[in-house]
């Protein structure tokens, strides 16, 4: 069973529980050869805290000894691992070798024997050369196979491989037909050969190709992606395990692995990322060392680099700072960097499942940052819920707002603010991202005027872009100077921008009061005829309170803003209870992760409000955890 | 007596000595306040291996207790540290609280008497909001004080710390005048407080404008800047040492450093870079402990990480990929990335620093990288060196070269081929940065047709630039189709690139011999009437062997080339050892470190042939350690 417990756009933090056994994801299963363990599985366990592990099943199947043991004792016991136990199927080994002689069944079977937690299809393996038919013949095979493994198997946690060589289309057909299987887990297979080679653009388009189609509740697995340098990237892309042969296959070699890259250990005189097994001071003796005493010492600094790059990633998308951090991988080998612009390709479709408010601020990395889907998720919804109708639209740029705060301050039209992440209406820029975003003096400007004009209503336009205003164009432009009420009309910007345009009016609609900080003058709070209906929060927008959640139900009409919830689920909810999976009947499609909504039941009744985790997709699809959390509820007599 | 050992640009990788003591530099000295020791000296000199500290003498000198048992044991054995001390002189604490009532000469004897290995003169600090009259005041009474100083003090190491607030070319005029002295040590002071505000571009202007003003000899220290995020930039501009009370001071606050940041203890879930102090799982207990042992374990842990840091910035030296290094941290915070755009502005100075050859290939890490020096000097030398007489110069893109192969081999023309690190002649492409540069597909390129066009000498410019070539177009141009001998008009024209134009006529004119590999087909030696002229290396430039050194001798006039040294290293290079500092007399200006070069004795007379490893005003000054690799040296009878 997965459950996603935070997120940072399509990437997630989860928990894969089997019985009594989980892992936290991301995750890096390491890979043990139960015939040459170089460092044991209880190392593993105790020395890295892993729990979980990945072996391969047909390794056990063909040694008789092994077989006999693992049979009478279970996979468990006899590598002496009390964690998580993945089991592969030999595909690799057939895919090599030739012909393995073994029955799919056969070997799904011996998995669950002998106490797999995780069992593989031995699925057709796709080369990146395969020409399409026969890279279509592979998936058919496997999804054949699958489905008959899938009937025969029992109550056990089944991982269907996703194959289809280098063909996007073919690795979004294969993800399509393994996904109506409903199994447990997916891995991507056959990326081995792309990453050794540095194909990671390659990758980009396989991974976006198979996500984009699998059930989002559903822990996805690339296959053989051992090396930490793509870790980041695949994580961004919604990946959640991994699983290492290379700290062994690399130390064997006298090959060091990195975040950034690898290294002979020959060409080290200072070791650029440290570990408690390696660093500088211990390079000679290392070098002088017996082979298989060297091997081990570089398989541990392997692994443990590994792990530390696991530990990185989550870090960041806890922080909410996984973009960023990827701008930054991406510097370290040209070919990340064109994984990064191909990712930026998908923005449309990974657009829904970026959060619109982060913890972390937003960091200008250079040009590249502007790509980001953030960055056009806020300027779409700019468009699409900034529409008034005022006479005048000023266009200025944010270094002159104190030159023109007599103007703003004064004058009914549209302020437009040029910032180097676009153009923003002025009310909106204390709003996350812009206004806790960092830029650097040196940067480019993302220019969505002309998108942002077309979508307000206005008769003239006055760019004051390096000009000046003067009293000659107030007689020009005939303008009233009049004090305005910044806070009423900023709050209803904000209203809008965030619950959708006409939202503002129907919460203002009344007495309004309006409590600020005492110590920064900042507005925390709004009542509306003496009921608490707003609380703004640090990134600029609003908690939504009981009382303006009603006011938003009656304004708008079914599904806009709501979580659809079951019966059971209402009874809870009316409780305080959280909204778990499940229990979800329906969502507002354009809900994004952490958004506030409404929770109702399927009559529309109102129910409570809460800050979702997951957008609609996702939350139909996942099968446990919490979905929407709930804030206050309706006290029904 | 500070020792230049490898180089990438203007960073280096020394050995600063002090009788038997030494440090390898890039270093960080860690900070101790005697009266409140959180990591003892001798931790840090075997737990960290770190061999050198810093510590307060005013501190020391007005407390009776520690000044006496100073005085009687010496500084070493007061702290408890065999390695080298370097004594700071009350200068912030004289900013910060006022007249410390010492004279500057005493606190400077009182150094020298309890045995400091560097003595820091009592500068006057200069904050950032400074006005110019009062830093001005401040570098000229820092001058005085440092006249004094040195003139009162004897035989040891003085440091002169260099003010001059955010006024670049007041930092100038401090550097020159500190300069003038003839110090052993230059810190740049007052600085920390735009470290903490994250005043990175300024901190670069400040950097350059001192560095490009002192001994290239002289070791420099930037005061007080212990965070690991600006260690990459401010070694890249030439900066060897660095003292850090960060570690402790942040682990007060419960703040924990990290190499692309500081977070706080009570933020984190995950550990984004672990450390053998603190890593995930022992964040609960840290957290509950009493403040003492927290503060401990923290300063452990933000020691170690800044040590880390700088260890992983020796690496990128060592292997040539510090620009790249900078290029990526520079993604971790935009003021990083401020600062590279601003380091890029002093490229015209730091040009002839780069070693055009590099033994990590380019990496294109984002449009940034085409603005790194090497590509301009790369750009420089060909449009210097490569003039020739053709009747026709053809533009091709390097994806058509296979199309064009025939076009290419047979007539006789100018090929300028675009690739994304600019226009480049055919003959040159297997040449460093060309043939092991890595670029992304998804990429811009940098565009010197221009400039190179303007350098070479031809009637007729066909640009075949996604056109093609046709029988047509051959009538046209009237071609005359005639295998050419590549190979020597390739060697010709790397031999006129790599050691100046009319080289090529010069060194083969004669009988000349091509021996090829025999598994790779690539040139490797060559042959003018039997004697042993050059040697191809891996990155497609020439090695000088004695007899092609003498020709080169011959055909170019002094100071092309030229290493000159003194009569006494003539006798010794003459046996076969290398050319030192101090025996230096000349140099060609125009050689970069790497170089080939030609060593002479003042009247010109040829001794043999070498690697420099300096620029001329770096080799002028340097006082001890290698200053060309003699590679062969003329057997006089």
């Known amino acids: 069973m997965f459950e996603i417990i935070d997120r940072d756009g399509l990437a997630r933090i989860g928990k894969f529980t089997v019985g009594k056994k989980s892992v936290e994801t991301p995750a890096l299963m390491p890979v043990i050869n139960p015939n040459i363990i170089v460092i044991s599985p209880s190392e593993i366990y105790e020395k890295f805290r892993t729990y979980a592990l990945i072996t391969n099943s047909y390794i056990i199947y063909r040694d008789l000894d092994l077989k006999e043991k693992a049979i009478q004792k279970g996979l468990h016991k006899l590598l002496d691992f009390p964690g998580l136990i993945m089991t592969d199927s030999g595909t690799f080994q057939d895919h090599v070798y030739g012909d393995i002689n073994i029955d799919f069944l056969e070997i799904a079977k011996f998995q669950r024997d002998i106490g797999s937690d995780i069992i593989t299809i ?28 899938k009937e025969n198997l029992g109550d056990v946690n089944i991982a269907g491989p996703i194959q289809g060589g280098i063909y996007p289309d073919l690795r979004e057909k294969a993800a399509r037909m393994m996904n109506s299987l409903d199994l447990d887990y997916y891995p991507i297979g056959g990326v081995v050969p792309l990453m050794e080679n540095y194909r990671y653009r390659d990758l980009v388009n396989i991974i976006m190709s198979v996500k984009m189609n699998i059930d989002y509740g559903k822990p996805v697995h690339l296959f053989g992606a051992g090396h930490p340098m793509f870790f980041a990237f695949a994580v961004l892309m919604g990946i959640d395990f991994f699983d290492s042969a290379s700290y062994v296959k690399y130390a064997r070699d006298d090959r060091i692995l990195f975040p950034d890259g690898t290294r002979y250990l020959d060409d080290l005189k200072y070791v650029p990322y440290p570990s408690p097994y ?159 975003a960092i830029f650097p ?81 900042m507005i925390r709070n709004i009542y509306l005829n003496d009921q608490h209906i707003l609380s703004m929060r640090n990134d600029g927008l609003f908690t939504l309170k009981l009382y303006g959640g009603k006011i938003l139900h009656r304004k708008f009409s079914y599904p806009k803003l709501r979580t659809v919830v079951t019966k059971e689920s209402e009874e809870f909810n009316l409780k305080g209870k959280n909204v778990f999976a499940r229990f979800i ?50 006290k029904r007599e």
Not at 122 to 148: C, H, Q
Not at 496 to 504: L, N, T
Not at 607 to 624: M, P, Q, S, Y
Request: hydrophobic fraction near 35%; include cysteine; proline fraction near 3%.
């Open 585 to 634: 009947v329906d969502m507002d499609p354009d809900l994004r992760p952490y958004d506030e909504t409404i929770i109702v039941n399927e009559n529309d009744d109102f129910i409570g409000v809460g800050r979702t985790l997951f957008t609609r997709d996702e939350a139909l699809k996942i099968k446990k955890g919490m979905v929407v959390e709930l804030r206050e509820f309706e």
């Open 441 to 521: 003096e040196n940067c480019e400007y993302y220019d969505n005027l002309n998108k942002i004009l077309e979508s307000i209503d206005f008769d003239l336009l006055v760019s004051l872009l390096n000009k000046k205003f003067d009293d000659e164009m107030e007689k020009v432009l005939n303008i009233q100077f009049k004090k305005k009420d910044m806070d009423v009309e900023r709050i209803k910007n904000v209203i809008d921008f965030q619950f959708g345009y006409g939202a503002g009016d129907a919460l203002l609609d009344g007495n309004l009061r309006i409590v600020k900080s005492k110590n920064t003058g």
């Open 278 to 436: 390696l660093d500088r001071y211990d390079l000679d003796d290392i070098k002088s060392m017996e082979k298989e005493e060297r091997v081990k010492i570089l398989a541990m600094h392997n692994l443990y680099i590994s792990m530390e790059e696991i530990e990185r990633v989550k870090a960041a998308i806890f922080e909410n700072s996984l973009w960023e951090y990827v701008e930054e991988r991406a510097r370290s080998h040209p070919s990340l960097y064109d994984a990064l612009v191909e990712i930026y390709k998908y923005n449309e479709k990974i657009d829904k499942f970026e959060n619109l408010s982060k913890k972390h601020p937003f960091y200008y990395t250079g040009k590249e940052s502007l790509m980001r889907p953030l960055v056009k998720a806020f300027e779409k919804r700019i468009i699409k819920n900034y529409k008034y109708n005022k006479k005048i639209c000023f266009v200025l740029d944010s270094k002159d707002l104190k030159e023109y705060s007599k103007l703003i301050e004064n004058v009914d039209a549209h302020f437009l603010i040029r910032t180097p992440i676009g153009f923003v209406p002025y009310n909106l820029l204390h709003v996350y991202p812009v206004y806790s």
């Open 122 to 149: 031995l699925d057709v393996f796709t080369e990146p050369e395969f020409d399409r038919e026969r890279v279509e013949n592979a998936i058919d095979e496997t999804y054949r196979r699958a489905k008959l493994t």
